[in-house]
């Protein structure tokens, strides 16, 4: 209880004190798993939708491997980027290994299935009616999807939450790939994961408050956004 | 516009659904389609709206007889109307905006719609805080925003009071009258498809029975099957 009590005087001290290594810590975390949202956004919800509203052969196939994916274990996903980026694999050329890049394509590949999935399973069950709604109206292939993103944006706001999540408190991934280097590679959770194996608890526990309020105030502004969509 | 049906069959899972010989709407008709639960109407309707595809046959459309369906000329207005979460007057501006409609004409239309339907205190409500009644008559105005020459109606007054479906009845019967709209209505109303229709198809199991003018047929029908359900004694 001791070290928690510290750890919370210890963060508002880091918040109030401007630590420089921190909020250098802070902005790369934000970054990369913006960034990371984003990419995953324009490959997920289109691609989510348009196997919601189309179907083709294997297309129970490709859904178990999206499901699959949506649990996909980060130190995989990091695994895998990293033999495809590491110095002699075949993407070794573009030389991004231990690069804030190469942790964003790491979250990339475990955010756009969970985007994916979660945008289909909205679409599923609204896109008969909505694609019906178009074609009457004269609506084209475009506009049909267009129409089809707008009419289900809170559901894929909250698909869109809830891959940030994953993204923000994510380590193993961007570990492998990222090397947790001091000014180059460390985000949050990956400076908690070396303050613990230092055992320096009370700083860890700092960063782990930080990273929490920054996520309490990333979802309060997504939530806002959301409920003035809804009104 | 004229739609031109032949040797049109539609089927389910081997099941044949539907069955026309032929059919032909005539451009400018007021037709209603009645017939019991599982006629067909719904499916020859969605067929004319071009939403399915028949098994075989050949729907054609417009004087040309053209085969491809002309989506930017006819709409469909459904039984639970469906309103894209906005407001009511940009559930109106849809469609004038997906052809290109200035604003100012936009603007124009959505009034004249608006004040006509008595939506005009309606226009900024967001489409999901409508009455079912609302909500239907703001689906009717979207589909009349662009002048369809095809208005396509699968019971549209089966879940609104009485007072608003006499309301889109005389906005169907104006239209068909003043701007030569060719109105489809699928209805499980006798009264209402003899108070609005011109003419009248009865189907029943996938099959047109008996099709002409709906004073006529309604009063004095020529076949067996039309005479029973006329008489209530086939179910709706």
Redesign the interface.
């Known amino acids: 209880m001791e070290q928690i009590a510290i750890g919370f005087q210890e963060a508002i001290d880091l918040l109030i004190t401007g630590d420089a290594e921190l909020y250098e810590i802070v902005g790369l975390s934000l970054m990369v798993s913006l960034s990371a949202v984003i990419l995953s956004t324009f490959l997920g919800v289109p691609c989510g939708a348009l196997i919601g509203t189309h179907n083709f052969p294997l297309k129970n196939a490709l859904l178990r491997i999206i499901y699959t994916l949506m649990s996909l274990p980060p130190v995989i996903a990091g695994l895998v980027v990293f033999l495809f980026i590491m110095r002699r694999g075949p993407l070794g050329m573009w030389g991004i290994t231990y690069t804030p890049t190469a942790m964003i394509i790491a979250q990339v590949c475990l955010v756009t299935p969970i985007i994916t999935g979660l945008t289909y399973n909205i679409v599923r069950d609204k896109a008969p009616?909505?694609k019906?709604?178009a074609?009457?109206?004269?609506?084209g292939r475009l506009?049909s999807l267009k129409?089809l993103i707008?009419?289900l944006r809170i559901g894929i706001m909250a698909a869109i939450v809830t891959g940030f999540g994953r993204a923000l408190s994510e380590v193993g991934a961007v570990m492998i790939v990222g090397g947790n280097i001091k000014g180059k590679t460390r985000v949050m959770t990956t400076y908690i994961a070396q303050l613990k194996s230092m055992g320096d608890y009370s700083t860890a526990i700092a960063v782990g408050i930080v990273l929490l309020i920054l996520a309490f105030l990333i979802n309060t502004f997504l939530y806002n956004v959301q409920q003035k969509v809804e009104? | 516009m004229r739609v031109y049906l032949e040797n049109l069959t539609k089927e389910y899972e081997g099941r044949k659904i539907l069955d026309i010989g032929t059919l032909l709407i005539e451009d400018g008709a007021l037709c209603g389609i009645i017939g019991p639960n599982g006629a067909g109407k719904s499916t020859l309707l969605n067929l004319i709206a071009g939403l399915i595809k028949p098994t075989e046959g050949s729907l054609l459309y417009g004087e040309g007889l053209s085969s491809s369906a002309p989506f930017r000329e006819m709409t469909m207005v459904f039984q639970a109307p469906y309103l894209i979460r906005t407001t009511v007057e940009k559930n109106i501006a849809y469609p004038l905006k997906l052809r290109g409609w200035a604003d100012v004409a936009i603007e124009c239309r959505i009034e004249e719609l608006t004040e006509e339907l008595g939506l005009t205190n309606f226009r900024k409500q967001k489409s999901w805080t409508l009455s079912g009644g609302e909500a239907q008559k703001v689906a009717l105005a979207r589909a009349l925003s662009f002048r369809p020459r095809l208005l396509l109606l699968d019971e549209p007054t089966a879940n609104v009071d009485p007072s608003t479906t006499a309301e889109i009845e005389r906005m169907l019967r104006k239209i068909n009258e003043k701007e030569g709209t060719t109105v489809v209505l699928v209805t499980h109303n006798l009264v209402q498809a003899k108070r609005v229709c011109k003419e009248v198809l009865f189907m029943d199991q996938g099959e047109v029975v008996e099709f002409g003018i709906s004073e006529t047929l309604l009063r004095d029908p020529k076949q067996e099957l039309t005479k029973r359900f006329v008489a209530g004694e086939l179910l709706t």
């Open positions: 009616k909505v019906s709604l074609v009457t109206l004269g609506a506009e129409l707008f009419e009104k």
